[in-house]
């Protein structure tokens, strides 16, 4: 049964340190998404990526997030340095891309949830 | 900007009885349109899509009509039940970029 995983699945860690979160997305899928959901926010886009390149990070606060796609099967979500407000869940998902795909959904992992004291 | 808009949660209803959850979008071009939903501790899951003016998309119960007059997408049941209580998210996607844009998502309670 084809998913996408997500490592790890909680996370907790101080104000001030580095935090990578990692996505295996759906062998197959060239495009991958990831999304931050709060309570007073929802669902927000932070950056996707269509054969590992950035097509949009627009949503990503610049100064401490970071994404990338060192290859098709490994995608990551840095923070550095951490802070408080970015406690939320973080979750990636995958399609397959491209405009004669649009009506394929999304796949998405169970998240990782992040708290940062 | 394309956007997707649902109604506030949360809705509480008691079992048995009728769901309508709206959903209306703005969009620069012609999308498809997703139902998702999220139960406790979970990532999103895929309820039901559509993907042309007019289609009806349905699972477990649920339906939705893609309605381009009015730009929208209702989520439409005829008896909830206890276990449908999540939250339910509506999207669009554009061939044009790959991008999915989420509604705020709506949380449901069904009292037994």
């Known amino acids: 049964d084809a998913r996408v995983t997500q490592t790890p699945r909680h996370k907790v860690t101080e104000m001030g340190q580095e935090v990578t979160m990692r996505c295996q997305p759906i062998?197959?899928?060239?495009?991958v998404f990831w999304y931050r959901q709060t309570m007073m926010q929802g669902l927000e886009l932070l950056a996707y990526f269509r054969n590992r390149a950035p097509l949009d990070d627009s949503g990503m606060p610049k100064d401490r997030f970071s994404a990338e796609m060192p290859d098709a099967t490994l995608a990551t979500l840095k923070i550095q340095p951490s802070e408080p407000r970015d406690s939320a869940v973080y979750f990636c998902?995958?399609?397959?891309?491209?405009?004669?795909?649009?009506?394929?959904?999304?796949?998405f992992g169970q998240g990782t949830r992040l708290t940062v004291v | 900007g394309d956007s997707v808009t649902q109604m506030e949660g949360p809705v509480t209803l008691s079992e048995e009885a009728f769901l309508t959850i709206n959903c209306t979008y703005t969009?620069?071009?012609?999308?498809?349109l997703f139902w998702y939903v999220q139960y406790p501790g979970e990532g999103l899951q895929l309820l039901l899509k559509?993907?042309?003016?007019?289609d009806k998309g349905s699972n477990k119960g649920f339906e939705a009509t893609y309605r381009k007059e009015t730009t929208s997408f209702h989520l439409e049941k005829g008896s909830v039940q206890v276990s449908d209580s999540a939250v339910y998210f509506c999207a669009l996607r554009l061939g044009r970029d790959d991008k999915i844009i989420f509604g705020k998502g709506t949380r449901l309670h069904i009292l037994p």
């Open positions: 062998l197959g899928h060239n495009t």
């Open positions: 559509a993907t042309k003016a007019d």
């Open positions: 998902a995958s399609v397959r891309g491209g405009g004669s795909s649009m009506n394929t959904e999304a796949f």
């Open positions: 969009a620069t071009g012609y999308p498809s």
